[in-house]
């Protein structure tokens, strides 16, 4: 309750610090550098797909080549696709 006591006997001081913070918030969003898709100098990504229960066969006809035929299609300058299927376990290696 008193800070409201303390906002009534001194707006100014409250519309100010208002002003002040509003100013300071959009100095600082413009000032923040922002990257959506940041640099990654990793050469491997590896992919784990977890399906117990599944046969390698399996494995490798639902899942593994639909996601190489995936990445073919959505991802530019692959140089290598590597899979190996398992058990239910397929590591897509790109």
């Known amino acids: 309750m008193w800070i409201v006591l303390l906002a009534l006997r001194r ?5 100010v610090a208002t002003l002040l913070a509003a100013i300071l918030g959009i100095v600082m ?8 898709f940041p640099e990654i100098n990793i050469p ?3 992919v ?5 229960g599944r046969s390698a066969d399996d494995m490798e006809k639902r899942v593994s080549s639909q996601f190489e035929r995936f990445l073919t299609t959505t ?3 692959i140089e290598h696709i590597e899979s ?3 058990n239910g376990i397929a590591v897509v290696k790109v």
């Open 44 to 46: 491997i990504v590896s």
């Open 84 to 86: 190996q299927s398992l």
């Open 11 to 15: 707006p100014f001081t409250f519309v």
């Open 29 to 36: 969003i413009a000032r923040m550098p922002t990257d959506i």
């Open 48 to 52: 784990i797909f977890n399906y117990p």
């Open 75 to 77: 991802v530019d300058d």
